[in-house]
Each structure stands twice: as structure tokens, then as C-alpha cells.
């Protein structure tokens, strides 16, 4: 049944190297893919005025085991008291069971809670962040929220998982470490805290993010290639 499927079709988009690499691993001949990252509406940047010698650090996204909110907050725990606050922006409701085990670990510990937020308070979001954290314990295709965080001009700390280390170069964009180390990414904003300079350097370095209007001016030559039957197998980028 899977190969008839992968017979019908044409083509298959991935947006990371790393989900073609699964594609492949699923009997997709390679000639058949295309990568092709995701374009995005532009969002403004809108900086807070930092509190001194304190490190704001920002996780955006579903709270849920998989996305590794956890993993921060037990981070969290070994660095130096006063030097550091944390704002977890996702829906508290969604899982309930695993946010209420959350806040608990999260007791006497400088992490806020702040629920939800709508795309047009995005800049305003990503304003009060230092840096963002992005924890994931699964394989990740593209996260989003890398994307949002570049636009915005914020620098990301981020697991090896999936296409996160696509996006970041480490130490130049921001930040790696092994996922699931809580004691790793302690490390890498400690290494922040002890030196802010690092900060504006990583964000001076950020990546431009690809439009919407120049994703859409790539999916019509593909489109155009596939119709012709046209070399289908080269990376958009």
C-alpha cells in the first residue's frame, strides 16, 4: 500500500533535511523530494528595556512532555538566583495534567506562567526575551517559533533534535545542546548570564527568514517543473 502511494505522487515536500532523511527512510526514492523551509509575513521588532544583570528567557509553544518545557524549568534550578527569569508563553488548558505537574516543579523558582498570546502581539512577545528556549524532546521538523524568534531579533538556545540544528549554527545563531540535559543547557545560559556581550553578538548574527512572497515565487517553479516532469529532485533553500 505505501508504494503505491509513493508511486502517486509526484512529490514530496519536506521542510527540514532532516524529515527528508525520514521520507527516504520510508522508501521515497530521493529524486522524488524537495526541501523547502517554510516562508513567513514579516514580524516587527519591539525590544523591552532589559532589567540589569538579569537574563530573560522566553519558551513559546505547546506545553506538552515532547516539547521539554520541563527540561527548562529543571535547568532553572542550578543557575545563580537573580540572574535569571523565565516566561512559558502556550495555553495552560491544553494538557492540564502535565502544566499543573509544571507548575510544580516550577515552585520557588523564577518562572511565570503567561498563557497564550495571539500572532499579533508576537513582536510584542518576543520583545521581552533576551534569548528563546526551544527544549524539544522529539524530532522537530522546522519549529516556527526559530523563525519568529530570528525575525524578531532574538537569539535561540535549542536542542539536537530533528531540523532544530539546521537552523541554528552553533554559537553564531545561538546556542546547542544534547536534549534532555538539563545540566547542558544549564551550561549554555549560564555561559550568558557570566557574559551578556555574547547576547548582542549572537543576535547581530541572526539569519534573514524567508517571505512569504519568495516562498510563493518557489512553489510556482515547482509547481511548473512538476507539470513538465521536470528535474524535481535539487533543494529549494
Given at each position: 500500500?505505501?508504494?503505491?502511494?509513493?508511486?502517486?505522487?509526484?512529490?514530496?515536500?519536506?521542510?527540514?533535511?532532516?524529515?527528508?532523511?525520514?521520507?527516504?527512510?520510508?522508501?521515497?526514492?530521493?529524486?522524488?523530494?524537495?526541501?523547502?523551509?517554510?516562508?513567513?509575513?514579516?514580524?516587527?521588532?519591539?525590544?523591552?528595556?532589559?532589567?540589569?544583570?538579569?537574563?530573560?528567557?522566553?519558551?513559546?509553544?505547546?506545553?506538552?512532555?515532547?516539547?521539554?518545557?520541563?527540561?527548562?524549568?529543571?535547568?532553572?534550578?542550578?543557575?545563580?538566583?537573580?540572574?535569571?527569569?523565565?516566561?512559558?508563553?502556550?495555553?495552560?488548558?491544553?494538557?492540564?495534567?502535565?502544566?499543573?505537574?509544571?507548575?510544580?516543579?516550577?515552585?520557588?523558582?523564577?518562572?511565570?506562567?503567561?498563557?497564550?498570546?495571539?500572532?499579533?502581539?508576537?513582536?510584542?512577545?518576543?520583545?521581552?526575551?533576551?534569548?528563546?528556549?526551544?527544549?524539544?524532546?522529539?524530532?522537530?521538523?522546522?519549529?516556527?517559533?526559530?523563525?519568529?524568534?530570528?525575525?524578531?531579533?532574538?537569539?535561540?538556545?535549542?536542542?539536537?533534535?530533528?531540523?532544530?540544528?539546521?537552523?541554528?549554527?552553533?554559537?553564531?545563531?545561538?546556542?546547542?545542546?544534547?536534549?534532555?540535559?538539563?545540566?547542558?543547557?544549564?551550561?549554555?545560559?549560564?555561559?550568558?548570564?557570566?557574559?551578556?556581550g555574547r547576547l548582542a553578538r549572537l543576535a547581530a548574527a541572526l539569519p534573514a527568514v524567508k517571505s512569504l512572497e519568495q516562498d510563493a515565487r518557489e512553489w510556482e517553479a515547482i509547481y511548473a517543473q512538476v507539470q513538465a516532469g521536470a528535474g524535481m529532485g535539487?533543494?529549494?533553500?
Amino acid at each position: 500500500m505505501l508504494g503505491k502511494v509513493i508511486d502517486a505522487v509526484d512529490l514530496f515536500v519536506a521542510p527540514s533535511r532532516a524529515l527528508a532523511a525520514d521520507f527516504e527512510r520510508f522508501g521515497v526514492p530521493p529524486e522524488k523530494i524537495r526541501v523547502s523551509d517554510y516562508g513567513f509575513a514579516p514580524l516587527e521588532r519591539s525590544r523591552s528595556p532589559r532589567p540589569p544583570s538579569r537574563l530573560r528567557v522566553g519558551f513559546v509553544g505547546t506545553l506538552v512532555w515532547h516539547k521539554g518545557a520541563h527540561v527548562l524549568v529543571e535547568a532553572v534550578r542550578g543557575l545563580p538566583p537573580g540572574k535569571i527569569e523565565v516566561k512559558l508563553f502556550g495555553d495552560l488548558q491544553t494538557f492540564p495534567d502535565y502544566v499543573a505537574r509544571l507548575q510544580q516543579r516550577a515552585e520557588g523558582l523564577p518562572v511565570r506562567f503567561m498563557g497564550a498570546f495571539d500572532r499579533e502581539d508576537a513582536a510584542a512577545i518576543y520583545g521581552q526575551m533576551d534569548v528563546l528556549v526551544v527544549p524539544s524532546l522529539w524530532p522537530e521538523n522546522s519549529p516556527l517559533v526559530i523563525h519568529e524568534a530570528f525575525m524578531a531579533g532574538v537569539p535561540v538556545v535549542g536542542s539536537r533534535m530533528g531540523g532544530i540544528p539546521e537552523l541554528l549554527q552553533h554559537d553564531r545563531h545561538g546556542l546547542l545542546y544534547e536534549a534532555f540535559s538539563e545540566e547542558q543547557l544549564a551550561s549554555a545560559l549560564l555561559g550568558l548570564i557570566e557574559e551578556p556581550g555574547r547576547l548582542a553578538r549572537l543576535a547581530a548574527a541572526l539569519p534573514a527568514v524567508k517571505s512569504l512572497e519568495q516562498d510563493a515565487r518557489e512553489w510556482e517553479a515547482i509547481y511548473a517543473q512538476v507539470q513538465a516532469g521536470a528535474g524535481m529532485g535539487a533543494s529549494a533553500s
